[in-house]
């Protein structure tokens, strides 16, 4: 029990010196400006496509799922208000960051740990190359930044599928169903949603480098680094979910 306790212990020294190193380094010169673009493209565009049917089919489902209650009690015509409130404060970041944390989680976690693995990590270092900050750096700024931009995407596509689930059964313009949307959503709920995505996004990307830059060496370790990546950040993002909650509960 001791020695569990003594290796958990450990494990979170070595985080929180990653976590420091990062710091560091993300403010010190040179800047892998075209290597944070590129892993923005990575992150942000690759991710589109599954993004896009994961948040229509949330905003579909989630619609049709919720017109039986509101028609119970003469409500039907809020519909396009519950939708909104919901994707945006919740659905849309929390969304974006449990696929992230699959497709994107997973690529980082095992792509830094084949590397380590090849030993190209330790070539970078002996070449002159800072691989802290060209590999780790890169990628949780990548996170860090597209989340935000998915998840507003999310929130758009989900809205749109509500949408097309509510003139399945009744007659709604497009411009009276925004009217409705843009109502019910207020400035605090736009900030909670971009909050929420900066913070998953951070820590989809800390986690997974961390996961992979760290892993152990051999042909298991990769397919571990990407499994740990996974299921860690999705763990820690329920966790900060329910953390912000709570706070922005307080505060509003």
């Known amino acids: 029990m001791a020695r569990k306790i003594e290796s958990l212990l450990l494990e979170f020294a070595k985080m929180h010196r990653f976590l ?3 710091f560091r380094e993300v403010v010190s010169p040179p800047y892998e400006f075209k290597e944070i673009i590129r892993q923005c ?3 942000g565009w690759k991710s589109f496509p599954l993004i896009s049917l994961t948040g ?12 039986p209650s509101l028609e119970e ?13 919901a994707i945006v404060r919740a659905l849309a970041p929390l969304v974006t960051a449990l696929i992230a944390s699959g497709k994107v989680g997973s690529q980082i976690g095992a792509e830094l740990s084949s590397m380590n693995v090849t030993e190209q990590i330790d070539a970078m270092e002996v070449s002159g190359t800072n691989p ?9 700024l990548a996170t860090t930044f597209m989340i935000p ?4 995407y999310v929130a758009g596509i989900g809205l749109a ?7 399945s059964k009744d007659q709604l313009s497009v411009l009276s169903y925004i009217s409705q949307v843009f109502e019910a959503i207020a400035p605090k709920d736009i900030f909670a949603m971009v909050f929420r995505a900066i913070v998953f996004g951070f820590t989809i990307g800390f986690v997974s480098t961390y996961v992979g830059y ?16 996974v299921v860690a950040s999705m763990f820690i993002v329920f966790i900060e979910e329910l953390l912000i909650v709570q706070i922005l509960a307080l505060v509003g």
């Open 161 to 167: 599928g509500g949408y097309l689930s509510i003139i």
């Open 73 to 85: 009690f003469g409500a039907a015509s809020w519909l396009p208000a519950l939708i909104s409130i």
């Open 20 to 22: 420091m190193r990062f």
């Open 132 to 140: 802290f900050k060209f590999l780790i750096v890169s990628r949780i």
């Open 214 to 229: 760290n892993s152990s060496k051999g042909t298991e370790g990769v397919g571990k680094a990407a499994n740990a990546a």
């Open 56 to 67: 229509f089919i949330v905003g579909f489902v989630f619609t049709k799922q919720s017109r």
């Open 41 to 43: 493209y990575e992150v």
């Open 149 to 152: 931009v998915l998840c507003f």
